[in-house]
């Protein structure tokens, strides 16, 4: 028995890593089941970290080995051959391999800001498949071989993604690697160029239709109709189908940890951009992990920013604080109104949060201070309860933006933030159109880093909450530029062969 195990917030059972199970057996039923992998505690985990971070040098799987279940099954040296195998094949298909990616300060973009506390940018832009996806999905591939090691999965399965881009980019290298058949379902207008690097990866691409929203993201329903077949995994950048991408995503997170750690630095504020909120639930995670292990001497505010045109899951923030308001006998004046027609719903409690932010920070501060409490303890239990009235997917106009790559129906992983997000005493912020394109243009005029408007949304939210007022220009502040701009390669030559 490993000391990781996978906890659900709904059932009362435990499951085991070692059983290979990638959601709870009892999703689709009442409540929230979105299975969290719990047991990186204690000195003896704290020490792992710090030791094999010492290895300066060594890819990021490497040093950061004692985040991984695929190295609590197989242990140091099984887990060191498998890594050392899948290393060699991803570095001699894609000519790349995870390195712990850059974090610096950058006083140039702090400057153009008008900020006068540190700004620091966590680079993904260099990472396999040019974005910090890859990362997810290989501790997923671990996770598979080191099962496979053990005699416990039946042959390759057929891997499955939905993404409209750099996800399955990133999966389909990862899957070569690992010698598994990828089948990608991505939106009927994905872009020529993602298409044509995914056949080239062998993955069979599946382009889907959207007709309407209020559904959920059709490419979502195609693949979640592949699971049914049997020898289909989920090999998806999301904790809802596959929780092991989280412990990817969570590596990224520690490697900020720890490298500020060893800059002597501290971030009082935390920005990252929101899809599907893996990215985002993954890296909070790591902060939650490294404060409970000593790793930090307090939490940064987590906020979490969406485009304008598509926040699902600033609107279970909203929600979440109404519900607390109304436990406290108050009201926050939140505009929630399901019965109103979902696109003039929308809009309201977009002019609201526009208008009235500020006159929200009271509430959401007493919530952080609160955490522990009753009230919010209630607030937690209800959305664990009744997820769906948090969260559902997008009924608005057709999602829209610049950031096209965070425009989600669904936060899947919205429960598995939220609490970070409240208890940190963080705000989730709807980002006009023009600062996404603002924040874009800046970032790269003052880094040089060749971000994609998704990969700087993170900095709009940042923008965002300064222009609000909500964060203070003095303290120090995190984004992370998640993906590289594609829009400056060569056009694919031709029709792709298979
Ligand atoms: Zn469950």
Known sequence: MTAFRLTCPTCPETYRI???????????EAGDHLLRRVGLEGNAAARAIARGWERAGAGSFLRLQALFSAREL??????RRIHDRLEEALAAREGTVFRVTPLLPQPALAAALGRSGPLWVKDETGNVGGSHKGR????????LEALAARGDAPGKPELAIYSCGNAALAAAAVARAGGYRLRAFVPADVDPRIASLLEERGALVERIA?????????????????????????????????????????????????????????????VLQVGGAAFARAVAQAFEEAFSLGFLPRLP??????????????????????????????SAGIPCDRLAPPAEALGRLAAFLRAEGPS??????????DFAGPAARAVLAEIARRPGAFFWPWDGAAPQSL???????????????????????????ILPEARIRSAWETARAATGIPVCPTGAAGLAGLMELEAQGLLNPAESVLVVFTGRDRSADPPPKGPATP
Not at 18 to 28: I, T
Not at 301 to 329: D, N, T
Request: proline share 6%.
């Open 18 to 28: 070692e059983d290979g199970r990638f959601s709870c057996p009892r999703r689709g």
């Open 74 to 79: 197989a242990g140091e040296d099984g887990y």
């Open 136 to 143: 997810h999905l290989f501790a997923t591939l671990l996770y």
């Open 210 to 270: 959207r007709a309407q929203t209020g559904e959920g993201d059709p490419c979502y329903l195609a693949f979640r109709e592949a699971l049914r077949r049997p020898g289909v995994l989920p090999f998806a950048c999301a904790g809802n189908d596959n929780w092991s991408n989280i412990e990817g995503g969570s590596a990224l997170g520690w490697e900020i940890v720890l490298a500020l750690r060893g800059h002597a630095a501290a971030v009082d504020h935390v």
């Open 301 to 330: 505010k987590i906020h979490a920013c969406q485009p304008e045109g598509g926040f699902p899951f600033v609107r279970g923030w909203a929600l979440a604080l109404a519900a607390y308001a109304a436990r406290g006998g108050g």
């Open 360 to 369: 929200l920070s009271p509430l959401v501060d007493r919530f952080a201070a």
């Open 403 to 429: 950031a096209h790559g965070i425009l989600d129906d669904l936060p899947y992983d919205g429960t598995g933030l939220l609490p970070a997000v409240l208890r940190t005493g963080g705000r989730a912020v």
